[in-house]
């Protein structure tokens, strides 16, 4: 009973946090990413044994996600890109002055992480930035459609699994699951979709049926990682759940496949 009462705790923080921060204001969120961010880069070192623990690396990738921000909030130019393009320069030019044996593994985690876990976040705070008003909303949704598929997809596959979707990566996820999840996210799209004025209803629904998808390549994806580190969970920042990469591993594939499609559908 403890422990379940931990788990609902520790995730009702978390919700309390990313659907507060939403509706404080939109620097309050991008607060909360550039957290995720900060944290989910510690946590990833720990997939890598064979790199030795590197502040710089995450210090980098947190100096990225606040240069991003600046960006896309306007508050200097879109000149200032262009600096991210020095980022996997910078993580090689810092490898130079380490006495690592594997210098090639440290430079190519480096720049993987940051491109698997800031840019989707920086691409989140984006979309917060750049659709003002209905924001809140909209990546509300986002994260609704995310909780459902990955709730849903858990039950169905409780009540009615039979058949292995991805065994090597994942052993327990099946295919009545997948189903499960991704009829529920488009049942529950169809009756959030009033919250939204950006997009008409079958845009809505074709972009919820991507993201009930993508979330569980996102969730394969952390899966694959783990299973190679030979880990249970990214950390234990949140009793009961594990770390933040085990909360935001969807979110990371989702982010930038609903970013690139709300621009192609502008």
């Not at 890598?48 to 502040?55: E, Q, R």
């Not at 009793?239 to 499609?261: E, N, Q, T, W």
């Amino acid at each position: 009973m403890k422990t379940i009462f931990i788990r609902a705790l520790s995730g009702a923080t978390y919700v309390g946090l990313v659907i507060g921060s939403l509706f404080l204001h939109p620097f309050a969120f991008a607060m909360v990413l550039l957290f995720f961010n900060l944290v989910a880069l510690i946590e990833f070192q720990k997939f890598l044994p064979f790199v030795k623990p590197d502040i710089l690396f995450v210090f980098t990738g947190s100096a990225a996600f606040i240069l991003a921000h600046f960006i896309l909030a306007g508050w200097i130019s879109d000149k200032w890109f262009y600096l991210l393009l020095l980022l996997p320069l910078l993580i090689t030019t810092a490898a130079l002055y380490e006495k690592e044996r594997n210098p090639l593994e440290n430079i190519s985690s480096g720049v993987f992480g940051i491109l698997y876990i800031t840019l989707p976040l920086s691409l989140l705070n984006g979309i917060n930035l750049n659709h003002s008003g209905d924001f809140a909303y909209l990546v509300l949704c986002i994260f609704l459609l995310i909780w459902t598929n990955d709730t849903f997809a858990y039950l169905s596959g409780l009540s009615f699994g039979k058949h292995k979707l991805f065994e090597r990566i994942s052993p327990k996820k099946t295919w009545e699951g997948f189903f499960g999840g991704f009829v529920a996210v488009l049942v529950v799209a169809w009756f959030i979709f009033p919250l939204l004025k950006e997009m008409g209803r079958i845009e809505w629904i074709i972009l919820a049926a991507i993201i009930s998808i993508s979330s569980v390549f996102g969730d394969f994806a952390e899966s694959l990682f783990k299973r190679a580190a030979n880990l249970k969970d990214s950390g234990n920042i949140m009793p009961g759940h594990g770390g933040i990469l085990d909360r935001i591993d969807s979110l990371l594939f989702v982010a930038p496949v609903v970013y690139i499609y709300l621009q192609l559908i502008k």
